[in-house]
């Protein structure tokens, strides 16, 4: 395994539900050190208008702040 250069700065790259992860990690835990993140389609809200059935929406709030 490797270490990162500690004379460059770290980036953070996440895409789809890791965007969503990385997101509420980073909020969750500012004394993280990174100069900065690239999030690509996080899922942040369902839509308005859609009908979702009650398995999914059951397993949304569970795992759900």
């Known amino acids: 395994m490797t270490k990162a250069n500690s004379d460059l ?3 953070m790259y996440a895409h789809s539900m890791g965007a969503l992860v990385t997101i509420k ?3 969750d835990r500012p004394e993280i050190n990174i100069s900065g993140c690239v999030i690509t389609s996080p899922l942040l809200s369902l839509p308005k208008n859609q009908r979702n059935n009650k398995a999914k ?3 949304v709030k569970l795992i759900g702040d």
């Open 9 to 11: 700065p770290l980036f």
């Open 25 to 27: 990690l980073l909020l």
């Open 57 to 59: 929406m059951f397993i």
